[in-house]
């Protein structure tokens, strides 16, 4: 919801005419809080900046004055920012650019249409089959137009997005968990299709309750599996452990269920911290 929101402000804010002075604010306000949840989102904002470049660089000086209060309000976290990419350096695997672009799209073509990242040998190429046949089906009846439609620059700032990351990915590695780094691309993939819905010239209300009840049966997927009852989802103690030490490499660090405490403790000399919770 906070990235779709995002999306939406940079829309009216920056690509319609006439744009809009208060979603240029509180696109200033939703960006700034944007970099303190994830630091991914600056690689959006840029994204924001090639897109008017491309289409309305007449709201360039509203969107350099909003960047500016953003880098202003970041500036005291840099620190800290830096000090976490320094310690995901061990999360992440070298990859080829062809692997890099690979598991962006996977990821995002999870998030909107019928497939798991998980899946592999016939069920992943079942779930690639039934997704180009809704795209087809949807495309042919439907008959979307997108010319001279504003919208447009949501689509062009969404390829571009997918472009960034499989660069960056290159150059940096490909993150363990893919997903979890690549979560606030999953509105405006979201926000692609209903873009798409939207330009619909025949069977638009048709083709929008066949895609909502795909997306429902999905989206109800895989929130069982992330979070089964009691709807706890798993900490991520490798990150804190990561993070320690990077601080102090000359103390190792382990992490341990709290249920082996004990036994952990006849072994050890130094003090074990059990983690509140099931891992």
Excluded at 58 to 83: C, I, Q
Excluded at 189 to 214: D, G, K, N, P, Y
Excluded at 222 to 251: C, E, F, H, I, N
């Amino acid at each position: 919801l906070f990235g779709a929101v995002l999306t939406w402000l940079f829309f009216e804010g920056f690509l319609v005419a006439p744009a809009a002075r208060r979603a240029q604010i509180w696109y200033t306000v939703f960006a700034l809080a944007g970099l303190y949840t994830q630091y991914y989102v600056g690689f959006v904002l840029a994204v924001h900046l090639l897109t008017l470049l491309a289409l309305r660089r007449g709201t360039l000086r509203a969107f350099f004055a909003s960047m500016a209060v953003v880098a202003l309000g970041f500036a005291p976290f840099v620190r800290v920012a830096l000090s976490h990419v320094a310690a995901s350096g061990s999360f992440v695997s070298r990859a080829t650019f062809g692997h890099a672009a690979h598991e962006v799209a996977n990821v995002v073509f999870a998030f909107v249409l019928p497939h798991e990242v998980d899946w592999s040998g016939a069920a992943k190429v079942g779930g690639f089959v039934v997704s180009a046949a809704l795209l087809a089906g949807v495309c042919v009846l439907g008959r979307p137009n997108l010319r001279g439609n504003p919208t447009a620059g949501i689509v062009l700032q969404w390829v571009l997005c997918l472009a960034v990351f499989a660069v960056l990915f290159g150059f940096s590695g490909v993150p363990v968990d893919p997903m979890r780094h690549l979560v606030i691309m999953a509105p405006s993939s979201v926000l692609i299709t209903c873009v798409l819905l939207s330009s619909l010239t025949r069977e638009r209300t048709r083709a929008i309750a066949v895609t909502a009840a795909v997306f429902a049966v999905f989206a109800a997927g895989t929130l069982w599996s992330s979070y089964r009852p009691p709807l706890a989802k798993k900490g991520d103690w490798q990150r804190v452990a990561a993070m320690l030490a990077q601080a102090d490499p000359a103390t190792p660090i382990a992490i341990f269920p709290a249920e082996l405490a004990l036994p952990l403790d006849v072994y050890l000399s130094k003090p074990v911290i059990p983690i509140p919770r099931a891992m």
